[in-house]
């Protein structure tokens, strides 16, 4: 599956952004939907994922309550909200697809996208 992620962009601190990640192909349904960042010389960390159908999510301590992860899959589609950004928050953010629930660990992740870069300023 192929993955092309989009939405980044300039916002100030407490702006909300809303990333989107479309994937190629019939089987997007088969795939557990994960989301990951990587900050200026910081290692790639998990975000959120979302289950096959979409009835369950889990998401990094740093994001509950200001980022929601979904998915439509008629639109072979993942989605991720952001409100109450923070600077700490600036980095490359990557949508990607495995088979594997509950995992937080890159390693897991099959495909990927291209990233797309949020900037939160101060």
């Known amino acids: 599956v192929q993955l092309q992620a989009s939405g980044g962009g300039l916002v100030q601190a407490g702006g909300s952004l809303r990333l989107s990640c479309a994937a190629s192909g019939r089987t997007f349904s088969s795939y557990v939907m994960g989301w990951f960042r990587r900050a200026p010389g910081k290692e790639r960390d998990f975000v959120a994922a979302?289950?096959?159908?979409?009835?369950?999510?889990y998401s990094s301590d740093s994001v509950k309550g200001r980022f929601t992860i979904s998915r439509d899959n008629a639109k072979n589609t993942v989605y991720l909200q952001m409100s109450s950004l923070k600077p700490d928050y600036t980095a490359v953010y990557y949508c990607?697809?495995?088979?594997?629930?509950?995992?937080?660990?890159?390693?897991?992740?099959?495909?990927w996208g291209q990233g797309t870069q949020v900037t939160v300023s101060s």
């Open positions: 990607a697809a495995t088979t594997v629930w509950g995992s937080r660990s890159p390693r897991s992740y099959y495909y």
């Open positions: 979302i289950s096959w159908s979409g009835d369950s999510t």
